[in-house]
């Protein structure tokens, strides 16, 4: 939990240091890109890490929880090789792009405004590979199975084979959840009483 007492400043570099660790091809262009669409200043979300720099906190917040679950996975005997670092480090920092250049956070309003319709995480797959940077299939899975996947895969039960089958998607699904909880619970608590 360290990380939400950090300056957007260290979390920019913590992410780009992550980013970089992953030795991917193109990942510098990655790096730019998000840069320009706005990553590191955008908000999170109409409705949690509602602040400059929220998308960020946000990612790197699902990173963290989603490394714990890999744990978790690899304890319930899940093969470590389905869920490679640095795939966990692009899903879970990659998995809100849509929202860099779509979210404002307005000083003078004092909340977020949306300037364009994210269409979220088929958007956010499109922004990573406009860069050049090319996702592995599981990774892009992940993405567009970030929000629960009940508009890609209507039946409860081929949905649950299939988070079964991808673990990627599964932790990245649950750290995203996580976070935006722990995010709720800081800011309304009122609501959680
Ligand atoms: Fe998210």
Redesign the pocket.
Known sequence: MVHIHKTIEQKKEECITLLRSTNRDKIEDLITHITSMGYFEAP??LKHHRFVGGLVS??LE?YHKAMELCEEKIRDGFSPDLMPKDSVIIAALM??LCKADALRYSKTLHRTIEIKQTDHSARSVRKVRSSGFILTPAEEDAILM?MGGKRRIKDEIKRKEHFMKNPLSDIIHRA?GK??GESKRRHHPEQYR
């Open positions: 999170g979300s946000h990612s699902t998995h809100d970030h995203d976070s935006i």
